[in-house]
């Protein structure tokens, strides 16, 4: 089946630990996304890669560090410069060019800072 | 500064009814928008999406609309049953692969 795989589903981190979440794709699409959801929220982004080797910073990328060095690959690495990075990471990718695509989006990982 | 609102935040419904929920963005220029369901602790799930030369988009009891002149989206959920609760969750398209999500509506359907 095609679609979005994020995980793992559920992580624990201690305090000054980089943890990486990882999102694979087989939906054959160029353009990947993370996003952070916190609760009372609407989902804010991190990172974005319109094609592989290159990525732009979102919204909140600060504490966040990137890779796309396959098109199918788009891992998030949290590192201990995240003050607050307790949260529902989202993955996805998007169909189609010129912002004309739909959003497909994988299970999501929990996070969760110890 | 784009921003996406979604009201009212949380709505409980008897089952049969049929319901509005409703979303606005603060710039029209947009390039499309698009409604999602996002179960408990699960990801979203795309139900509609309407691009911004579209009025509406429809399927099954879902029916979305789009007035970019008003900044406004409405999604009509006909005939609602329980399995209709979840949260719904908007979010507009810019240029550049911006795309800015509403909070939700949290739905309730009671049997």
């Known amino acids: 089946d095609g679609g979005i795989t994020q995980s793992p589903k559920y992580l624990f981190r201690k305090e000054g630990q980089n943890v990486t979440l990882s999102c694979e794709q087989n939906?054959?699409?160029?353009?990947m996304y993370w996003y952070r959801q916190d609760p009372g929220q609407g989902l804010r982004l991190i990172y974005y890669?319109?094609?592989?080797?290159?990525?732009q910073k979102g919204d909140i990328a600060e504490g966040y560090s990137v890779s796309r060095e396959k098109k199918e690959s788009f891992p998030l690495t949290v590192t201990s410069a995240q003050k607050n990075p307790t949260a529902f990471y989202l993955c996805?990718?998007?169909?189609?060019?010129?912002?004309?695509?739909?959003?497909?989006f994988g299970e999501g990982s929990r996070l969760t800072v110890l | 500064k784009q921003e996406v609102t979604q009201i009212p935040a949380a709505l409980s419904v008897p089952e049969g009814e049929n319901l509005v929920l409703n979303c606005s963005f603060t710039?029209?220029?947009?390039?499309?928008l698009q409604w999602f369901r996002q179960d408990p602790g699960k990801g979203l799930t795309s139900l509609l999406l309407?691009?911004?030369?579209?009025r509406e988009q429809t399927s099954g009891r879902l029916n979305a609309s789009l007035d970019k002149s008003s900044g406004r989206s409405t999604l009509y959920i006909a005939a609602s049953q329980p399995g209709d609760s979840a949260t719904y969750l908007c979010?507009?398209?810019?240029?550049?692969?911006?795309?800015?999500f509403g909070a939700g509506t949290r739905l309730t359907v009671k049997p």
């Open positions: 996805a990718s998007e169909t189609g060019t010129m912002n004309t695509g739909e959003l497909f």
């Open positions: 939906l054959n699409h160029d353009a």
């Open positions: 890669s319109q094609i592989v080797n290159d990525f």
């Open positions: 710039d029209s220029a947009i390039y499309n």
């Open positions: 309407i691009q911004s030369s579209q």
């Open positions: 979010a507009v398209e810019y240029n550049n692969n911006d795309m800015r």
